[in-house]
């Protein structure tokens, strides 16, 4: 192991790439009212740089000894993205720091370039996750396949955004579920900052009340896990680069669809999407979370995980699958949703984009569960208010509603998911701030 590091590490100072210091985010100043000019872009050149392969030793539930590890990468200077338990953390560490990373205790290997989980002893499925995304991106695969997608036209987005907090009492006075008091809020997921424990939910079904069609590929789980992944890596390259503080890291579980725990009896995307509680609460009582409805089921799983993982906020995806030849929406003709604060919802294939597609759509999902609103028409409000009365923020505005920029929206994700939007890692000032980030 430790001379696979030294070869590593000559290697990659040979190929000495400019430091993170010298990062910079291109302000960009199209026209528009001067209440939204201040969007950011990152340039493409920048996506990416530096990601490291960090192995660890395995720190399994001891959240200290991860924080330590996190925060040895912090000291010198990098930054760990996505922690994929038990022993895999990628991030952004230039080659350079590779030495002194490679000193520090529980670290034992790191590397810019791909490696096969046998060269670096990596067994555990969720590591293994975590390693296949950063060989993806590594190997300049990922890069590629967004090429291969640039330019596809894709139908403008038709979402169902929900908030459940309208209905139901604040969270800190449901029963057994008390914040932690890092919140700021009364609202979970009110600030995208800090650690964030995320539970990647594949659904499975099992024949016992629909026909049993459609069966998880070790192929595709595979891309759903490097599209999640790729969707978290774009929000932390901005936070990291803006310095939010708390520092943004995700710690990923994926949940299998060959686990039992994943499995019950309906066929999804042959279902109504609004219904998916058919799908979750079974999912749900599994995980041994079965009292009430679903809203009280996914919220008391997100709390417990986040919980358990020592993590300031946290919230599941739920993905279905309908490979290519199934329906490309659910019966009622929704796909990709959210609930503010709560879950995402995806389709392994998302209505007429393209599977390559999944990760920006994924991206803009995200955005809501942390409190942001849409910006397409007719999405947002015609008076450019928020995009919800009950929440963390009701006062914000949001100014780069469509409605609302006589000379067009500034570019951001949460207005379109345009190839620009997504390479150039676009987000207004507004949405930012509906996130609870400062600037
Ligand atoms: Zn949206």
Same mark, same amino acid.
């Given at each position: 192991m430790k001379k696979l590091f030294c070869i590593a590490a000559v290697v990659y100072a040979l190929l000495a790439q400019p430091l993170l210091s010298e990062s910079r985010i291109d302000r960009v100043n199209p026209a528009g009212l001067a209440s939204v000019q201040d969007d950011l872009t990152l340039n493409p050149s920048e996506s990416f740089r530096d990601i490291a392969l960090i192995v660890t030793e395995n720190f399994e539930t001891d959240n200290t000894k991860r924080d330590l $590890?996190? +925060?040895a990468v912090d000291s010198i200077g990098g930054h760990v993205y996505l922690v994929y338990p038990p022993n895999v953390m990628v991030g952004r560490v230039p080659s350079a720091l590779h030495g002194q990373l490679g000193r520090t205790l529980g670290i034992k290997f790191v590397t810019n370039a791909p490696i096969s989980a046998r060269e670096v002893d990596v067994r555990n499925p969720n590591a293994l996750d975590g390693l296949h995304f950063f060989n993806w991106v590594a190997s300049g695969e990922k890069i590629r396949e967004d090429e291969s997608v640039k330019? &596809?036209?894709?139908?403008? $987005?038709k979402e169902f955004v929900g908030n459940a907090w309208e209905q139901t009492k604040p969270f800190s006075s449901l029963p057994g579920l008390k914040l932690v008091p890092m919140h700021h809020t009364a609202f979970p997921n009110d600030v995208m900052d800090g650690l964030v424990k995320v539970d990647v939910m594949y659904v499975e079904s099992n024949? /016992? &009340?629909?026909? +049993?069609?459609? *069966?998880? *590929?070790?192929t595709d789980h595979n891309r759903v896990a490097n599209w999640t992944s790729a969707g978290f890596y774009w929000w932390v390259e901005i936070a990291n680069l803006l310095g939010i503080q708390p520092a943004l890291t995700y710690i990923m579980h994926f949940n299998a669809g060959s686990a039992w725990q994943q499995q019950q009896g309906y066929e999804p995307i042959t279902r109504n999407g609004l219904d998916d509680f058919l799908w979750m609460n079974p999912i749900l009582a599994n995980h041994g979370f079965a009292t009430g409805d679903k809203f009280q089921r996914v919220r008391a799983f997100n709390q417990n995980r986040r919980i358990a993982a020592g993590a300031k906020n946290g919230f599941s995806a739920w993905v279905v699958y309908n490979p290519p030849g199934a329906p490309a *929406?659910? /019966?009622?003709g929704w796909y990709a949703f959210a609930w503010y604060g709560d879950y995402v919802k995806m389709n392994f294939q998302n209505n007429g984009y393209a599977l390559e597609q999944y990760p920006r759509i994924f991206a803009h999902e995200m955005g809501h569960v942390f409190w942001a609103c849409d910006e397409y028409a007719p999405q947002c409000a015609t008076n450019c208010s928020n995009c919800y009365t009950v929440g963390p923020r009701p006062a914000s505005m949001n100014w780069n509603c469509e409605y609302c920029t006589p000379g067009g929206p500034t570019s951001c994700l949460m207005h379109s998911l345009t190839d620009y939007n997504w390479i150039n890692h676009s987000t207004c000032e507004h949405t930012r701030r509906q996130m609870g980030w400062p600037y």
């Amino acid at each position: 192991m430790k001379k696979l590091f030294c070869i590593a590490a000559v290697v990659y100072a040979l190929l000495a790439q400019p430091l993170l210091s010298e990062s910079r985010i291109d302000r960009v100043n199209p026209a528009g009212l001067a209440s939204v000019q201040d969007d950011l872009t990152l340039n493409p050149s920048e996506s990416f740089r530096d990601i490291a392969l960090i192995v660890t030793e395995n720190f399994e539930t001891d959240n200290t000894k991860r924080d330590l $590890l996190l +925060n040895a990468v912090d000291s010198i200077g990098g930054h760990v993205y996505l922690v994929y338990p038990p022993n895999v953390m990628v991030g952004r560490v230039p080659s350079a720091l590779h030495g002194q990373l490679g000193r520090t205790l529980g670290i034992k290997f790191v590397t810019n370039a791909p490696i096969s989980a046998r060269e670096v002893d990596v067994r555990n499925p969720n590591a293994l996750d975590g390693l296949h995304f950063f060989n993806w991106v590594a190997s300049g695969e990922k890069i590629r396949e967004d090429e291969s997608v640039k330019g &596809i036209p894709f139908p403008p $987005l038709k979402e169902f955004v929900g908030n459940a907090w309208e209905q139901t009492k604040p969270f800190s006075s449901l029963p057994g579920l008390k914040l932690v008091p890092m919140h700021h809020t009364a609202f979970p997921n009110d600030v995208m900052d800090g650690l964030v424990k995320v539970d990647v939910m594949y659904v499975e079904s099992n024949g /016992s &009340i629909d026909a +049993n069609q459609y *069966t998880w *590929t070790v192929t595709d789980h595979n891309r759903v896990a490097n599209w999640t992944s790729a969707g978290f890596y774009w929000w932390v390259e901005i936070a990291n680069l803006l310095g939010i503080q708390p520092a943004l890291t995700y710690i990923m579980h994926f949940n299998a669809g060959s686990a039992w725990q994943q499995q019950q009896g309906y066929e999804p995307i042959t279902r109504n999407g609004l219904d998916d509680f058919l799908w979750m609460n079974p999912i749900l009582a599994n995980h041994g979370f079965a009292t009430g409805d679903k809203f009280q089921r996914v919220r008391a799983f997100n709390q417990n995980r986040r919980i358990a993982a020592g993590a300031k906020n946290g919230f599941s995806a739920w993905v279905v699958y309908n490979p290519p030849g199934a329906p490309a *929406t659910h /019966s009622d003709g929704w796909y990709a949703f959210a609930w503010y604060g709560d879950y995402v919802k995806m389709n392994f294939q998302n209505n007429g984009y393209a599977l390559e597609q999944y990760p920006r759509i994924f991206a803009h999902e995200m955005g809501h569960v942390f409190w942001a609103c849409d910006e397409y028409a007719p999405q947002c409000a015609t008076n450019c208010s928020n995009c919800y009365t009950v929440g963390p923020r009701p006062a914000s505005m949001n100014w780069n509603c469509e409605y609302c920029t006589p000379g067009g929206p500034t570019s951001c994700l949460m207005h379109s998911l345009t190839d620009y939007n997504w390479i150039n890692h676009s987000t207004c000032e507004h949405t930012r701030r509906q996130m609870g980030w400062p600037y």
